[in-house]
């Protein structure tokens, strides 16, 4: 019987824990006579009693099992812990919030056994998101395809079906700041995508506000492009050929008509402006070698308190 590894990252979710066992085993009911399952849930250092409701709705169950965090290291680790975990032919991270419907997930294996080695869902309305985190998603998706070397689906998510063989590629990706939809894209393989709606949210709120989501975006960039990086030599090309060609002017219409002093408005516009390239140009390698400098301590990526 093949194994399916379903992963599950839990940040302060206690008010929905029983509910979404409850779906999920409805889900999974018809499916059990041909599959078995592997329910690894990661407890990503909740405050609430999260880890309490996740013991209780295991109950002995062998399939279950827990993964508690030392703290809170957020859900890109929490995913990897599960990839790392994970001894299933056939491994599905999905949310614990049941925006991701389990009802999917026989759909998927199905695309597997055709002899995909990916299944990619893919969300077919942003209706439980606001118009501007619509809008900003599209500017990412949109950014990123034309800067990076890697495809990054539109609307997909973590929520998809990865075979074993992508699992044992993904656990060769040592890289401590992790944005896993890249890293998942990075790896290729034979991929197939099937649509599913999101729910709204079952109870609790999102823990993504803004501001995470912005650097999650700049996590996204530059973790998969160095475009930002070398765009600066082309802007420092064009300006000093432009200064350039401004100097030869000065020097032949001063040489023809003598100098004249005014100049201050032109001095100060191209100060200003000048100074402010070069701070955003600073900003950019400030991004990078921060994150060589997160790179080079090796740190890992999760630690482990206990497994239950
Ligand atoms: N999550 C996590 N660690 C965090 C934040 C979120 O494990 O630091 C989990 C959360 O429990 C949920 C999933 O990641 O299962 C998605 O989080 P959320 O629903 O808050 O994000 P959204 O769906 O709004 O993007
Ligand atoms: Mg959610």
Redesign the pocket.
Known sequence: MKKISLII???N?ASGVSAFFENLDKALASMRTNYSFEIICVN?GSQDNTLEQLINCKMGREEVKILEFSR?F??EA?ITAGLDYAKGDAVIPM???L?HPPETIPVMIAQWEQGFDVVLAKRTDRATDGFIQEVTARAFYEVSRHISHIDIPADVGDFRLMDQKVVAALKGMKETCRFMKGIFSWVGFRTATIEYKVNP?LCGK???NTWKRWNFALEGITSFSTVPLRVWTYLGGAITFLSFCYALYLIVKTAWFGADTPGFASLMVAILALSGVQLIGIGVLGEYIGRIFMESKQRPVYIVRQIY
């Open positions: 990252p839990f940040y979710e990503d809170n957020g859900k929490a949310d614990s919030d925006q949210r999102s823990s993504f």
